[in-house]
């Protein structure tokens, strides 16, 4: 069973850089499409983007340009990092994984970011 696990800081300054690490275990991050997905407060899901099995990179058009995703096979770990945030970024991200790129069945428990000065 795969097991996902966000880690990183709770709070950001904005126009700081949000940077978030996902570990996976029970599995290889050298398969599969792994996401990052936020929760605003009171809104909906928020799909970022993913990174594939071959190190390719998809990000949602509205966030593309702050947006990087990368991997360290090492580690068996993914990390985010979101530029120039804002409080609008307030959130709480959720990293997941699964075989198929935007519909992911493995989910971590999520972490709340507080984007504030």
């Known amino acids: 069973q795969v097991q996902l696990q966000e880690s990183g800081p709770g709070l950001v300054k904005p126009s700081q850089t949000l940077s978030l690490t996902c570990t996976v275990s029970?599995?290889?991050?050298?398969?599969?499409?792994w996401s990052w997905i936020r929760q605003p407060p009171g809104k909906g899901l928020e799909w970022i983007g993913y990174i594939a099995m071959s190190g390719s990179t998809y990000y949602s058009p509205s966030l593309k340009n702050r947006t990087s995703i990368s991997s360290d096979t090492s580690k068996n770990q993914f990390t985010l990092r979101l530029s120039s945030v804002t409080p609008e970024d307030t959130a709480v991200y959720y990293c997941?994984?699964?075989?198929?790129?935007?519909?992911?069945?493995?989910w971590g428990k999520g972490t709340r970011v507080t984007v504030s000065s």
């Open positions: 997941a994984g699964g075989p198929r790129a935007t519909l992911p069945d493995s």
């Open positions: 029970g599995g290889s991050i050298t398969t599969n499409y």
